[in-house]
C-alpha cells in the first residue's frame, strides 16, 4: 500500500487561536502556519478534559493535521469539513464577517479558511475558498 510520508515538523512555527462559540460551550482553533503562511498544524479544545466533545475535538485536529502534513491543501479540508452540522448555529465573528458556526467541524473549517493566504494552496491551484455568512455559501 503507497504511503505518503510528513515532511519532518519545523522547530517553530506561527500559530493563531480563534475562540468559536457553540452550542457545548467555548471552541478553541489554534492554526500553526509555516514560513510560506501555509498552515500545516490544528489544534482544538472543547469541553472539559476527558469529555466526548474534548476527545472529539482532539480526534478531529489529528486528522486534519495528518492531512495537511501528507499533501492536503488547506482548501481541501476546508471543502470537506465546511457545513458539517451537529449543533445549534452560534453566530461568530471571524476577521470582518459573522459567520454562523453549526458543529466543530464547521467551525474549524471557518477558522482555516480564515488563515488561507497565498503559500502552497495556491501554487497547487487549488479553487478560492467560496465566503460564508450565515451558514450558507454564496
Not at 15 to 44: H, I, K, M, Q
Not at 52 to 63: D, I, K, N, P, S
Amino acid at each position: 500500500m503507497p504511503t505518503t510520508a510528513a515532511p519532518p515538523r519545523p522547530n517553530v512555527l506561527e500559530g493563531v487561536t480563534t475562540r468559536l462559540n457553540t452550542e457545548r460551550g467555548e471552541l478553541f482553533v489554534t492554526v500553526s502556519t509555516d514560513a510560506y503562511g501555509s498552515p500545516v498544524e490544528v489544534f482544538g479544545r472543547l469541553g472539559k478534559a476527558g469529555s466526548f466533545e474534548h476527545g472529539v475535538t482532539e480526534l478531529a485536529c489529528r486528522l486534519v493535521t495528518l492531512a495537511l502534513r501528507s499533501g492536503a491543501t488547506a482548501r481541501d479540508v476546508v471543502s470537506e469539513c465546511h457545513g458539517i452540522s451537529e449543533m445549534q448555529p452560534f453566530p461568530n465573528r471571524i476577521g470582518r464577517d459573522t459567520v454562523m458556526v453549526h458543529g466543530l467541524g464547521d467551525g474549524i473549517a471557518h477558522v482555516l479558511a480564515s488563515c488561507v493566504t497565498t503559500g502552497d494552496d495556491v501554487a497547487r491551484g487549488a479553487p478560492e475558498i467560496e465566503q460564508v455568512k450565515g451558514g450558507e455559501k454564496r
